[in-house]
């Protein structure tokens, strides 16, 4: 096995002070030094669930404020917030405090909280972009900076997906156990929208497929705000998460119109880069379920494959590794569970049988994982503690040395 990338994702709670980042990025380089030396490096910014891009305006907006991910187990029912989180937070004692319980949601998710109430905006964005750059050089690493867009609604507020462009929303998400619509179908034709954005100026037209519009506001923010590329979170493009069973019936204009999307997208981002987080399962599913094609595997960088412990099939993980890394084509990332940046589970401790499986899996299948990328903070932004880190290393080093 050749050196092994490392990709690393990170949110805005690492910051005090979102205005002031620096003393955040240096502490992740500082606690990452080991994984970042001598090896292909990628940082995944998450801001939040990509709301912000496809709502972005272009250069002359870079003062409006969005919403980011600053919130644990964040969802919205029609009762409101305040309702939502009260009804959370009641079914989160009862159950798990009280009850004893210990598996899925609500124990995973943990309770409803906000934990920051700093505002964020496009200048603000560009403030962190900077610092991660500014702290790499001063590092002499070679970092890929990508951000996050994500297809649905879970960790913070979307506006574009819910309230502006509910006729694109193809089916719901698991929000910490609370089906929340919103999730983006890019086969979908969008209403006409006079609203200025990157891509259109001049407003959305009508008719106009959402994987379309995805692909040109992707690259034009890509693009604006100097990135590398774009990290395409939770089966970008394939709507009915997680299972093949929550698969829309398959037809032929639906795989076209998948395949449209991602070709779109490798055109409109040129030389810049497209990960993709897969569905969990291998190829041939993805392929006979959701309607994936060869041509839009191979428009892809990199491929995630999916392992987080409150998801997975475990006896998918290997079949899926080997059928990603067959394609020839994307390099295909191993997918480490430590921590998560939006609910305050913790595999390391929660479900250590499968926390240990993923590194049997890295050490005994070396040669079939390009990269390996995982979370670097929790949902209270501290970092992965450093015992796990090295233990995990460790593993990774003996499969490069073969």
């Known amino acids: 096995m050749s050196t092994v990338e ?211 506001q992707t690259a034009a923010f890509t693009s604006d705000f100097g990135l590398d590329g774009v990290m395409l979170g939770n089966q970008f493009g394939l709507i009915g998460f997680w299972h093949p069973d929550n698969a829309p019936p398959l037809t032929a204009a639906r795989t076209a119109g998948i395949e449209r999307f991602f070709l779109r997208l490798r055109e409109a981002m040129g030389e810049r880069l497209v990960y993709w987080m897969d569905t969990y399962w291998r190829a041939e599913v993805e392929r006979a379920a959701w309607g994936m094609t060869d041509a839009a595997y191979h428009s892809l960088d990199a491929i995630l494959v999916s392992t987080f412990a409150v998801l997975v099939e475990r006896t998918e993980i290997v079949p899926n590794l080997l059928s990603k890394a067959a394609l020839g084509g994307p390099r295909p990332l191993l997918g480490l569970d430590f921590v998560d940046p939006w609910y305050w589970y913790r595999t390391y401790l929660d479900d250590r049988r499968t926390y240990l499986y993923q590194r049997e899996v890295l050490a005994a299948h070396a040669e079939s994982v390009a990269g390996v990328s995982f979370f670097a903070n929790d949902t209270f932004g501290h970092f992965v503690p450093a015992p796990e880190l090295g233990s995990t290393l460790e593993v990774v080093r003996r499969g490069e040395k073969g």
């Open 6 to 216: 490392a990709c690393l994702w990170i949110t805005p709670k690492i910051f005090d002070d979102l205005r002031d980042p620096a003393p955040g990025v240096t502490a992740f380089f500082d606690h990452h030094a080991d994984w970042l030396a001598d090896r292909p490096v990628t940082v995944v910014f998450c801001a939040g669930n990509g709301d912000h891009i496809l709502n972005y305006r272009g250069l002359t907006g870079w003062k409006e404020r969005f919403d980011w991910a600053r919130y644990n187990c964040f969802a919205l029912g029609s009762g409101g917030p305040a309702a939502m989180t009260r009804a959370h937070n009641l079914d989160w004692l009862t159950r798990v405090r009280e009850g004893g319980e210990r598996s899925f949601n609500p124990y995973s998710a943990g309770p409803m909280f906000t934990l920051s109430e700093q505002p964020m905006d496009y200048e603000v964005l560009a403030g962190i972009y900077a610092a991660v750059r500014a702290e790499a050089e001063r590092r002499g690493l070679s970092v890929n900076l990508l951000e996050y867009l994500e297809p649905g609604p879970e960790f913070c507020r979307s506006e574009w997906k819910t309230m502006l462009h509910p006729e694109v929303a193809g089916s719901a998400a698991d929000a910490g156990g609370h089906l929340v619509p919103g999730v983006l179908d890019v086969t979908a034709p969008l209403t006409a929208d006079p609203r200025p954005y990157a891509a259109h100026p001049g407003g959305i037209p009508a008719g106009l497929p959402a994987g379309d519009f995805v692909a040109a």
